[in-house]
């Protein structure tokens, strides 16, 4: 990263107050990300369902993906604070009801660095390297010869750079050896990738 961050103590503090209300989600008491999500939901990166449930599984928006990035950056300090330009966005292509929030600093900065703020699903790739960007996190140079997962050669080179530090910061692991880049993203999975980060950062 070309910054250091950290968890700001208003972060910390609000986190306090969350786990004392903590929400357990009915349909994660099962799942392999249950822990993941418990966490996320603590510092206020995601939000269950009226109906007490999280959809662990659900895929999610470039919209939603950017507003949970954005959370987690407002979580953090030191962050770099220089927003977007409203005026690089496609307003027609996000939804009504997240164009107050899509124009605050962080959510806006990463719009404008991944364009992928509309309603079509991301994958696991699109998401992993609008993570990294969004967090300053630079490509790292991978060694010749070297398997950042199985099924690499089906992500662009131009992001494989960025998959390779995700992975060496531990923010991302795969499946068996794979990485799925073309897969949607599901909200467990993102929540998992986001609380990672939010676990290796050190608190003010």
């Known amino acids: 990263m070309t ?3 950290e968890i700001s103590a208003e972060a910390l503090q609000l986190r306090t107050a969350r786990m004392e209300q903590a929400q357990q989600f009915s349909d994660t008491v099962e799942h ?5 999500v418990q966490n996320a939901q603590s510092w206020g990166l995601t939000n269950g369902y009226p109906d007490g449930s999280f959809n662990p599984d659900g895929k ?4 939603e993906g950017i507003l949970m990035m954005s959370r987690m950056m407002n979580c953090l300090a030191g962050e770099d604070t220089t927003g977007g330009n409203t005026e690089q966005i496609q307003w027609q292509n996000v939804p009504e009801w997240a164009h107050t929030m899509l124009q605050e600093t962080a959510a806006l900065r990463i719009a404008t660095q991944s364009h992928i703020y509309g309603e079509t699903q991301l994958n696991r790739l ?3 390297v609008a993570l990294a960007k969004g967090m300053s996190i630079e490509p790292m140079a991978v060694p010749e010869g070297t398997v950042v997962f199985l099924d690499q050669e089906e992500i662009p080179a131009d992001a494989l750079g960025y998959i390779y530090a995700l992975r060496t910061l531990g923010i991302i692991e ?26 290796m950062v050190p608190a003010e």
Do not use: C, H, Y
């Open 32 to 36: 392999w990300a249950k822990e993941q």
């Open 174 to 199: 795969g499946n068996e050896g794979q990485f799925f880049p073309n897969l949607g993203v599901t909200r467990a999975e993102a929540a998992t990738m986001l609380n990672r980060v939010m676990t």
């Open 126 to 128: 699109q998401f992993a």
């Open 60 to 63: 999610i928006s470039g919209t």
């Open 3 to 5: 910054q250091m961050l």
